[in-house]
């Protein structure tokens, strides 16, 4: 029952996470239903696990947790009728049982402990509709879909891992709309310091087995202009710690020294997948390589860096009037249904190397041209990059147009195949609760092989 009560917890904390989030009438309906949702499977997980009692007495070790599994399916209903057989063969039978058999079993009984901090470190920053939307909401979607993930735990003293839950990237300035991360440093700061003095599980461990996203431009260093970045290091009390971050590079750099996930930056599975109602991935693409963004025709040399290493203007000056290419330098909200209709889409480096248009491209079928030297791209055990994507070396972008040709003419349907394979899509997107296969799903078994740096385990051992 332990089980059940921790759902019922989780659940609280949810709906009061989304009613703070959106404050909208329709909100309140939709959580009312959630709950309601949530009280039928309880009933009838409570009869089932009766029924199970009741009818066989093998393996009752195994119950508590199949009933909680059991609440998010469609099982139920199928279970109802198919009574000829046991009930266990049936829960064998279905698939989410066995998903969440699998999870368990390759998550290798990870279980994750998240700090309940005061609203000012997370919820609160919610009340902009924008702070769970844009590029940096990893940090938010991580959260969530943990709190009402089967590896969290409430009890501290049994978990592997702890999870500090600050969003840094949602105060936006009044000028410029960019998040600013002046505060990112000290607000972590206030927060370590909070869980240090109040639970001992900070100092035992020096903060090895916790875990914080860090998910803008060079990731744990905390500003978006590599300079600055590198000589603001990442901050002392984090060195110890597992972060999750986008910036990530094949080669030795200050801002990825510390243990960490390599993780996609944020797109809202929604959009995806309304985009892809009205457009299909595989079907007609009648932009033959696409790009829009900030491409500078004289990017400023602020402090010795220019934007995108120049990159993004010499591919404006040579391929702006090229019959083939589709490039725009303005926003434009739809814009994902131009890369719906794009058989290339270039991934540019900005003033990091990782982009959105990674993540937007493969969600879209479209195939990504990575310009971006020394990159190192996300879960790429689940995301075979290589045999979706190419990779064009930045000193190469003035002859694009040739190895895009090149390709077209040899690989590009062999490359589309591997790219439409909707594992990709999924391994990229972070769902609001955990998917067997998308990111959380991902960090989470990334997380599962540093398990050597579990505290608890060490001890026990
Ligand atoms: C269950 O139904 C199948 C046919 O659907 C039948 O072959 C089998 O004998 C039945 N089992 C029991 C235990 O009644
Ligand atoms: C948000 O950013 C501004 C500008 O950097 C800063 O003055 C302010 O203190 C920040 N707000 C919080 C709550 O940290
Ligand atoms: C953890 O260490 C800090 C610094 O040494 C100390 O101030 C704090 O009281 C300790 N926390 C606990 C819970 O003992
Ligand atoms: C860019 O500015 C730096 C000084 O900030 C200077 O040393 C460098 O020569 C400039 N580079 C170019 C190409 O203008
Ligand atoms: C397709 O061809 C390009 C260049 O000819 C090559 O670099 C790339 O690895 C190939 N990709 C696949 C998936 O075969």
């Given at each position: 029952m332990v089980e059940l009560q921790r759902t019922t917890k989780s659940r609280g904390f949810y709906v009061r996470m989304k009613l703070l989030h959106n404050r909208h009438g329709r909100q309140e309906k939709s959580s009312c239903y959630r709950y309601f949702r949530w009280v039928v499977w309880v009933s009838l997980s409570l009869y089932f696990f009766s029924y199970y009692l009741i009818s066989s007495s093998s393996k009752p070790t195994l119950l508590p947790k199949t009933t909680v599994s059991v609440s998010k399916t469609s099982f139920v209903s199928r279970a109802l009728f198919e009574s000829n057989t046991t009930l266990s063969q049936q829960l064998s039978r279905t698939k989410q049982i066995h998903l969440s058999e699998l999870s368990r079993g390759s998550f290798d009984n990870l279980k994750v402990y998240i700090y309940d901090l005061p609203l000012r470190y997370n919820a609160d920053w919610l009340a902009n509709e924008r702070c769970s939307n844009h590029l940096f909401a990893a940090e938010v979607a991580i959260h969530k879909a943990l709190m009402d993930s089967d590896v969290r735990t409430l009890n501290p003293w049994e978990a592997d891992f702890f999870f500090v839950p600050v969003?840094?990237?949602?105060?936006?300035?009044?000028?410029?709309?960019f998040p600013s991360l002046g505060h990112a440093r000290p607000l972590l700061a206030s927060a370590v310091q909070l869980i240090s003095l109040e639970m001992p599980f900070w100092n035992r461990s020096g903060g090895s087995d916790h875990v914080f996203v860090a998910?803008?431009?060079y990731g744990a260093c905390f500003h978006a202009m590599e300079e600055v970045a590198i000589a603001d290091g990442i901050p002392p009390f984090l060195k110890k710690s597992i972060i999750l971050q986008t910036f990530g590079v094949s080669f030795r750099h200050p801002c990825q020294d510390v243990e960490n996930v390599l993780i996609p930056p944020y797109v809202s599975p929604e959009s995806i997948r309304s985009t892809l109602e009205t457009a299909p991935e595989n079907g007609k693409r009648d932009i033959w390589a696409f790009f829009r963004g900030k491409m500078e025709v004289?990017?400023?040399n602020i402090s010795g860096r220019f934007y995108s290493k120049r990159v993004r203007t010499v591919i404006w000056e040579k391929y702006?009037?090229?019959?083939?290419f589709y490039l725009k330098r303005h926003r434009f909200v739809g814009y994902q249904s131009e890369i719906v209709r794009s058989v290339f889409c270039l991934c540019p480096l900005g003033?990091?190397?990782?982009?959105p248009r990674l993540v937007e491209s493969v969600a879209l079928g479209c195939v990504p041209i990575i310009i971006a030297d020394g990159i190192r791209l996300p879960f790429s055990d689940a995301v075979r990059w290589p045999e979706i994507s190419l990779t064009v070396a930045q000193r190469d972008v003035g002859s694009l147009d040739k190895i895009l040709d090149h390709v077209a003419s040899t690989n590009l349907s062999t490359i589309q195949r591997n790219l439409w394979d909707p594992a990709n899509r999924r391994a990229l997107l972070f769902n609001d609760q955990v998917q067997e296969g998308d990111a959380t799903w991902q960090v989470l078994q990334e997380l599962s092989k540093k398990l050597q740096r579990s505290y608890r385990r060490r001890a026990t051992s």
């Open positions: 969003y840094v990237s949602c105060n936006f300035s009044t000028v410029n709309g998910s803008h431009d004289h990017p400023k702006n009037r090229h019959r083939k003033w990091a190397p990782w982009s």
